[in-house]
C-alpha cells in the first residue's frame, strides 16, 4: 500500500531568488549536483548562492553524524528525518518529533542558521531499515523467488519519506504478494519499474 502525509514546515528566514539570470556558461560548476529541473535552463544568483551555502550544511551534516557515532545511515539519530535541498536552493531538515526542540542542535551540527525545518512521522533511520529489509529479501535466492524477481528497484526518498519500490508487474495482485512476503509499511510506494538494458 502506499500513503501520503503532509509534512509540518516552520517557515524560516531563508533568501528567495531574485531576478538576476545567469546563463548556461556560467553554471559550469553545477554540473553533476542534483538539480536537474534546472540545468538547462537559466539559474538566479540567489539560487546559486542559496544552493552553495546548502551544500556545505549537508556536508557540515553528514560530518556531525560521523563524529557523533551516527555515521552508518541506518544508525542516524531517530529524530532525524532525512533532508534535501528544495526547488529554491535552500536546505530542507526533516525532523520526527517537535521541531522546537531540534533547532539549536542543527545549527550547530550544519554550522549555520539558514535552514528550514519541516516535521515528519518517520525517522531516516526506520526509512533506511524498511529499504535494508527490501533488499535482503530481493538478493535471496532471486532466481527461484517471484515476488523477488519482481522488484526492480529500491529508492529510499528523503523528499517525500518514503520508500519508492519498481515492479516490474504493478498489479494489486503482486503488490499484495509483495506486502505478504517482504514488508507491509504504509511508507512504501510502488511504481512501475523496467529493466535496462546496456548496449
Not at 20 to 25: I, K, L, N, Q, Y
Not at 81 to 107: C, H, M, P
Not at 120 to 130: N, P
Request: aromatic fraction near 10%.
Amino acid at each position: 500500500m502506499s500513503c501520503h502525509t503532509k509534512n509540518k514546515e516552520i517557515q524560516e528566514p531563508v533568501q528567495q531568488s531574485d531576478d538576476t539570470a545567469v546563463t548556461p556558461a556560467d553554471t559550469g560548476y553545477l554540473i553533476g549536483m542534483d538539480i536537474p529541473e534546472y540545468r538547462y535552463t537559466d539559474l538566479s544568483r540567489q539560487f546559486i548562492a542559496n544552493h552553495d551555502r546548502s551544500m556545505g550544511y549537508h556536508q557540515n551534516l553528514l560530518d556531525s553524524f560521523e563524529e557523533s557515532g551516527h555515521g552508518k545511515e541506518s544508525g542516524r539519530p531517530e529524530y532525524f528525518g532525512g533532508s534535501y535541498i528544495n526547488e529554491d536552493g535552500n536546505f530542507v531538515i526533516l525532523i520526527k518529533g517537535n521541531i522546537a526542540d531540534y533547532r539549536q542542535e542543527f545549527e550547530e551540527r550544519v554550522k549555520g542558521e539558514d535552514f528550514i525545518l519541516k516535521q515528519t512521522d518517520v525517522s531516516y533511520a526506520e526509512l533506511h531499515r524498511i529499504k535494508d529489509k527490501i533488499g535482503i529479501y530481493m538478493s535471496t535466492d532471486r532466481q527461484n523467488n517471484e515476488v523477488a524477481r519482481n522488484i526492480i528497484s529500491i529508492v529510499l526518498d528523503e523528499k517525500n519519506s518514503r520508500i519508492e519500490v519498481g515492479l516490474e508487474d504493478l498489479s494489486p495482485e503482486a503488490i499484495q504478494q509483495f506486502e505478504e512476503n517482504v514488508i507491509d509499511s504504509p511508507y512504501i510506494q510502488f511504481v512501475a519499474g523496467e529493466y535496462i538494458e546496456l548496449v
